[in-house]
């Protein structure tokens, strides 16, 4: 029997990718329709403006928890020296960075660098560390850059939550190819994150076909169904702009999940599940 409503984090990726997609999350945050933000410092629009517009926000009292989007695929760049391999300047592409962590062709210890790199970007930029890390397109959970990754967090943010992105068994679709995925590299991730004392969230949702034919009111209910209190669902809202359009092909869904978000029925939504946001001050994470 239910005793009270599910706590849960909506995190808003991508913050820094775009002015727009700024403007979008910071907007959300003031409205209190998000409660977390992931903030890319190697995007070429991550700066020390947008970094104190958004944490000016939490000034006072908190309204967000604040944490770094590992980033290592392109068309991105590394904030490190001498970091590889690239192509043209840039990280490889996702399905390249994919088969070089299963091949373990990377190279650990530029993995470490780079991800060490970010998370100083980000303390610089905010003054503090992060309350959470955790990787742009789930490169996080990719082998070997895992071990790198949660090292780094050990190391230099021994205090924030890593992402994990396996769903409660509840939530499970089977025909979610990328959702199953993401569960399976989630296993071997929080089985490592335990072993250093790291804690991650119990749940995750937020994935679904980034296409034409999306209906993002539709879905999201779904993510929803199981998530357990202190799960966390993943969502990418902002408004389209041109530098938004030069990096990225996922544009106007997030446009219409901005607009899910900001609307009367988003918090209705909510409600009807018995769900809550929790509150971003002195949240706890207990491994699961």
């Known amino acids: 029997m239910r005793t009270g409503p599910r706590h849960i984090w909506l995190c808003a990726d991508d913050y820094g990718i775009s002015p727009g997609v700024n403007a979008g999350i910071r907007e959300l945050i003031v409205r209190g329709r998000i409660n977390a ?3 890319m410092v190697a995007s070429p629009y991550f700066n020390s403006d947008e970094a104190a517009a958004l944490d000016t926000l939490n000034s006072g009292e908190k309204r967000a928890a604040l944490g770094l989007h590992v980033t290592l695929t392109s068309p991105f760049s590394a904030m490190s020296a001498d970091f590889s391999p690239l192509r043209k300047g840039h990280f490889l592409s996702l399905n390249d960075v994919l088969r ?7 190279q650990s210890e530029l993995l470490i660098t780079e991800i060490a790199t970010q998370l100083r970007a980000f303390i610089n930029g905010f003054g503090r560390p992060p309350d959470f890390v955790d990787g742009h397109q789930h490169v996080h959970l990719f082998p070997q850059i895992r071990d790198a990754f949660l090292r780094v967090v050990a190391q230099g943010a021994p205090e924030a939550w890593v992402r994990q992105c396996a769903r409660a068994k509840a939530g ?19 089985r490592k994150a335990k072993r250093l004392g790291i804690k991650f969230n119990p749940g995750f949702a937020g994935t679904y076909s980034f296409n034409s034919r999306a209906n993002y009111p539709r879905i999201f209910p779904r993510f929803l169904t199981g998530l357990p209190g202190g799960g966390l669902v993943m969502c990418h809202p902002g408004f389209v702009d041109d530098a938004l359009k030069s990096l990225d092909s996922l544009t106007s869904l997030r446009q219409e999940e901005f607009s899910f978000f900001n609307s009367d029925a988003f918090p209705r939504l909510l409600a009807e ?14 491994t699961a």
């Open 172 to 190: 499970r679709r089977l025909q979610d190819r990328k959702a199953l995925t993401l569960d399976i590299l989630s296993f071997g991730f929080r």
């Open 273 to 286: 599940h018995g769900v809550v946001l929790a509150d971003p001050t002195g949240q706890s994470y207990g």
């Open 100 to 106: 070089g962590a299963v091949a373990r062709r990377l």
């Open 37 to 39: 933000t992931s903030i």
